[in-house]
């Protein structure tokens, strides 16, 4: 204690010489030439005095130390009067527009989900109490601590932007106090004290000597007293540093948790002071226990007392600055001048960014003070709010690598930051067209993860970092920030760098394409189930970006189509492999494709396809704008090979169905895992649904005979419907009824689910509802069930409270239980069984639910198709599956199969979605038939179903024979209405015909008349020629009818089990007799 009693003389000797009272000191600093020379003197005598006792400081005599011998002189230095004053007057000045709170960790905030841009706006709680968004709807959520209210910002509320406390020309505060500025005098003044005191700030703050201060500091005669300082990291728990410093330092537990208490609040902790050497020795020992714990050693340093002095004190230097500035808007933007201000001849950056780019290297108290710093000067004043934003985007990659390196948590990293700026839509646009941040923050995501890219290039997870992947997720992040706000209006320079931002994400999606390939396990079960997470979580974060990708590019149509080439040809890039393998034919009813030799139960398959999912999603939004008919101009014909396209999403539900049949069982819980989530709400929309949009894209542009021998051909079903398969193994038949039952119901999808904005005339809340209609046919659930089937947009909005009460009633809860929604009756119409987000389990629920619904009302039980709404013209050509040849073929082959006693494969199910299938043919040619007069109807899937096939009856026969089978009771209704719905598209066609045989002689005498107009008259001509043939049959058979029901009359009045039969052998017949003229 004597050494410290001599030093305390020394101090107050040396103290001595300086003027005793503020006033005094401020006159003094202000006949100094140089201001920040005196200040950096007065700090150099003061400072190690007053912040002398690390280890067992007096808190309070410290604060009333600095108070008087530096702030208030400062103080009084900066206004030229006394202080307190001056202050006062600036209080009350005026309300300020913007909050800027900083929140706490653990602190209650608001988010308007009415009036949010986005969900990260947010307000505290005063804000949010005295504002109108306390009446709207509204969520709740603890902070993580460093979050800033947005009370005041206008860009971040769509109403109500400003509380009753920040509202501008509020009564009560501007009149009476009018708003007085500072006065030359105080800024000059601020002009002079601010760089200095930002510059020692950030010099102590990122000062790396361990025994020495910079030289103008170093003005009194060096002691020897040391530090050993240990640092927070998120490696050791409580009870290992409480277990090192009890070893190292042999001290008792209750020291011990007292300092581990101080190092988790402030992030370090001086736990010994002395010599050097002594403190080196505890150095040494603290690393050497805690390594026995944990294979990372703990952070100690030691250093000397007067440097962790200048630090301490600098920290709170940097709380005095936040208090002055949160006073003027004018000492803002003085201090941020002095931030970015780049000394000459220096190569360091200014200030702010020599900051950031050391904070990776802070502990979790400095880091603290100096977000506060940054929250309360920059981000009140949005000029230069723009400045950081653009400062902070200049280093980007390097902070982003630093904090993935980092341990410490991102709620204290200046990487979350990065929401505070690129929310912001007006600072979004400025970063992406000057600074080209789309393509800064994929770079970045590319450059983290190199050591995940295999020799394809692609990327694999195997073994991943669970806390690496998850720091870079915050990457993900802000690219969801970036996009958060889709543009109004767009530059000729907005639409360029979004587009080299876009060319850029999609180097990303290339390495995720095809990634981690997986190979089917025959013989042995796979040993080691392969990680399998880390994809589809990054899919998850993916999943929004992507949509928000898609609609961006959807603002303007030139940039969408720019974006679709891009696309095709990153795609095509991922498919050179399949373009040049060999090929093999598939032959089928008179049709052949040539396509490559692949099988998904023998070769490698991935169910990662993003880049030709994201090519869906640009089709689907072509279609949305109408511009389908201008891809030829970007992509040629010859370029575009929907085959291709095609080919990756067909065999991901090929894995699906494989999977399903039991094929990949021996692949472990890894694969049932990844289908699942493929399916599921959280993945779906960029993963299941695109991919069935994809094989919609190819039914639409391909011959659709083709396309269903290429479904055939992939879902390895080709032989089973050429009738060469003949096995008695029971396992193997089983396997191939169910590959054909998830074929059929993908055929299913394919032509009936029309409900995406662009691939059917339907509005997004029109999707909604349907998706509502189909969870509350499996049971009544409550508000927060629905929600949770329901995907959620970037904005963690479901749309379901726009649209539950127009299809559900709500029913309150009894005694107990929970409130739920149930269905409205004339909602039931629109209920499909195979409506594509059920599960199995879903799908046979709401089967029996609806079925013994319609018992209960004495109704029948069928359960046909809803009437789907109408394709876009981009996608009508799909329906041509319905009454293409091979689609006929395999429900003729399914039905056969079905009659055949001998026959096993086939099952219910199987007939249940050919009924299906059958249904939507004949539903899309009555409301073709409703719609237009017969002949501009080309859709026949009547006359098609009514072809004999190879065993001499037609598909009505066929349905006749299928429901005198015993086993196929529970059908019977079913098939009624489809063989009713044959006979009314039937009628349809002879009235359309009626009405057309009274005009057609007027019609064929104008042919006559202007035959002389070459290939138009001739197009004609052919047009009328084959009108008239169509006439001729629907006469004869229309004859032939009343004739056979005169003969029989009898006959035909005491029949009623069969109606459709008789109809079906007598148009049958003059079908044939038709074709033979």
Same mark, same amino acid.
């Given at each position: ?84 004053? /001056? ?39 005063? /804000? ?523 065999? /991901? ?339 359309? /015909? ?84």
């Amino acid at each position: 204690m004597a050494d410290e009693e001599a030093g305390g003389a020394e101090r107050m000797e040396i103290s001595a010489e300086l003027p005793q009272t503020p006033q005094r000191l401020a006159c003094w600093w202000d006949q100094q030439v140089d201001f920040y020379t005196a200040f950096l003197h007065h700090l150099a005598q003061l400072v190690p005095e007053i912040y002398f006792a690390e280890m067992d400081p007096d808190l309070e005599k410290q604060e009333q130390s600095v108070q008087m011998s530096i702030f208030t002189p400062l103080e009084w230095y900066l206004f030229g009067e006394d202080p307190d004053i /001056c202050l006062e007057k600036l209080k009350h000045s005026g309300a300020f527009q913007l909050c800027g709170k900083v929140f706490k960790s653990g602190e209650t905030t608001y988010s308007c989900r009415d009036c949010a841009i986005d969900p990260t706006c947010v307000l505290c709680m005063d /804000c949010f109490q005295n504002s109108v968004h306390k009446n709207h709807r509204y969520k709740m959520h603890t902070s993580t601590g460093g979050g800033f209210c947005d009370c005041g910002d206008t860009e971040a509320w769509k109403t109500g932007p400003f509380c009753v406390n920040h509202e501008p020309g509020r009564a009560g505060t501007i009149k009476e106090n009018p708003r007085c500025p500072l006065n030359e005098e105080v800024i000059a003044q601020a002009r002079k004290i601010f760089p200095s005191v930002i510059k020692y700030v950030v010099e102590m703050t990122i000062w790396e000597e361990e025994k020495e201060l910079p030289p103008e500091l170093q003005i009194r005669e060096k002691n020897e007293r040391y530090y050993c300082v240990l640092f927070n990291d998120e490696h050791h728990s409580y009870d290992h540093v409480i277990y090192s410093l009890q070893r190292a330092l042999d001290c008792e537990l209750a020291e011990a948790q007292l300092h581990t208490t101080a190092i988790d609040k402030e992030g370090r902790r001086a736990v010994k002071a002395g010599a050097y050497a002594a403190c080196q020795e505890a150095k040494e020992d603290i690393k050497s226990h805690s390594e026995n714990v944990s294979q990372h050693p703990l952070h100690v340093e030691v250093l000397h007392s007067e440097i962790m002095a200048h630090q301490k004190f600098a920290l709170r230097l940097g709380s005095w600055m936040n208090k002055i500035m949160s006073y003027s808007s004018d000492f803002r933007q003085i201090f941020c001048q002095a931030c970015l201000r780049e000394e000459p001849d220096s190569e360091n950056p200014c200030l702010i960014s020599r900051l950031m780019l050391w904070d990776a290297k802070l502990y979790k108290g400095a880091r603290k003070i100096l977000h506060e710093l940054i929250f309360s000067s920059f981000f009140m004043e949005m000029e230069y709010k723009k400045l950081f934003a653009m400062e902070f985007v200049k280093y980007y990659k390097q902070l982003q690598k630093e904090y993935i390196s980092d341990d410490h948590d991102r709620s204290i990293s200046i990487t979350a930051l990065s929401v505070q700026m690129f929310t912001v839509p007006t600072l979004a646009r400025h970063l992406i067209e000057e600074q080209n941040v789309i393509s800064v923050i994929t770079e970045t995501l590319l450059e983290v993860l190199p050591e995940y890219l295999d020799r394809n290039n692609k990327f694999n997870f195997q073994g991943y970092s669970q806390d690496k992947l998850g720091r870079v997720y915050a990457v993900i992040c802000d690219l969801k920030y970036i996009l958060i706000s889709k543009p109004t209006i767009w530059t000729e320079r907005l639409r360029m760098q979004f587009l080299e931002g876009f060319r850029s994400f999609l180097k990303i999606l290339t390495c995720m394409q095809g990634m981690e390939e997986i190979r089917r396990q025959v013989g042995q079960h796979i040993e080691v189930d392969p990680d399998w997470e880390a994809a589809i979580a990054i899919q998850m974060q993916l999943k929004n970006i992507l949509l928000m990708f898609q609609e961006w590019c959807a603002c303007d149509e030139e940039l969408l189509l720019v974006a679709y080439k891009e696309c095709h040809k990153a795609v095509m890039r991922c498919s050179t492999s399949f373009i040049s393998s060999s090929k093999t034919i598939v032959q089928l009813c008179g049709h052949s494709l040539e396509t490559k030799s692949y099988r998904v139960s023998e070769d490698l398959v991935s169910i990662h396809l993003p880049l030709s999912r994201t090519l869906a999603g640009l089709h689907v939004r072509l279609s949305r704008l109408g511009a389908v008919s201008r891809l030829h101009e970007f992509v040629s014909f010859e370029d575009f090979q929907v085959e291709v396209l095609v080919e990756y999403p067909l065999r /991901c539900l090929v894995l699906v169905a494989q999977v399903v049949a039991e094929m990949w069982r021996r692949n472990g819980l890894s694969l049932i895992s990844q289908v699942f989530y493929y399916q599921d709400v959280k993945c779906r929309e960029e993963m299941y649904d695109k991919d069935i949009i994809m094989l919609q894209i190819g039914a639409s542009l391909m011959d659709p005979n083709k396309f269903l021998l290429l479904v055939l051909q992939r879902y390895e079903l080709a032989e089973a419907f050429n009738k060469t398969l003949s096995t008695k193994d029971q396992d193997l038949i089983k396997q191939y009824n169910t590959l054909i039952e998830e074929m059929l119901q993908v055929l299913i999808y394919i032509v009936g689910e029309r409900y995406v904005p662009g691939v059917g005339n339907v509005t997004k809340e029109e999707v909604t509802m349907r998706e509502i209609i189909h969870l509350l046919c499996i049971e009544p659930m409550p508000h927060s069930a629905i929600a949770k089937n329901l995907p959620e947009n970037e904005n963690n909005e479901t749309g379901l409270e726009n649209v539950i009460n127009k299809v559900a009633t709500f029913k309150k809860p009894g005694v107990s239980g929970h409130g739920v929604y149930e269905l409205r009756d004339e909602s039931l119409k629109d209920f499909n069984m195979y409506f594509y987000h059920y599960s199995k389990t879903q799908h046979s629920k709401a089967e029996h639910m609806q079925k013994k619904r319609r018992k209960q009302e004495n109704k029948d039980e069928a359960l046909p198709p809803p009437p789907p709404p109408e394709f876009c013209p981009a996608f009508s050509k799909v329906i041509n599956l319905l009454n293409c040849d091979v689609m006929m073929y395999i429900l003729r082959t399914v039905f056969e199969r079905a009659i055949d006693t001998d026959s096993n494969l086939w099952t219910e199910g199987m007939l249940q979605m050919a009924f299906h299938i059958l249904a939507l043919g004949l539903l899309e040619e009555k409301q073709q038939l409703q719609k237009a007069p017969e002949e501009e109807v080309t859709f026949d899937f009547y006359h098609k179903a009514s072809r004999l096939g190879s065993s001499t009856m037609n598909i009505q026969m066929l349905l006749e024979k299928l429901k005198g089978i015993p086993q196929l009771e529970g059908q019977k209704d079913m098939i009624t209405w489809i063989l009713q719905m044959f006979d009314t598209v039937k009628r349809l066609r002879e009235k359309s /015909c009626l009405i057309v045989a009274t005009t057609s002689g007027s019609e064929s005498v104008k042919n006559d008349e202007i035959t002389h107009d070459k290939e138009k008259a001739e197009r004609k001509r052919k047009a009328e020629a084959a009108r008239l043939h169509r006439q001729k049959i629907m006469a004869q058979m229309s004859a032939l009818q009343k004739n056979f029901i005169e003969t029989h009359k009898l006959m035909y009045d005491n029949t009623t089990e069969m109606p459709g039969k008789e109809d079906s052998i007598m148009e049958e017949e003059s079908y044939l007799k038709s074709t033979k003229i």
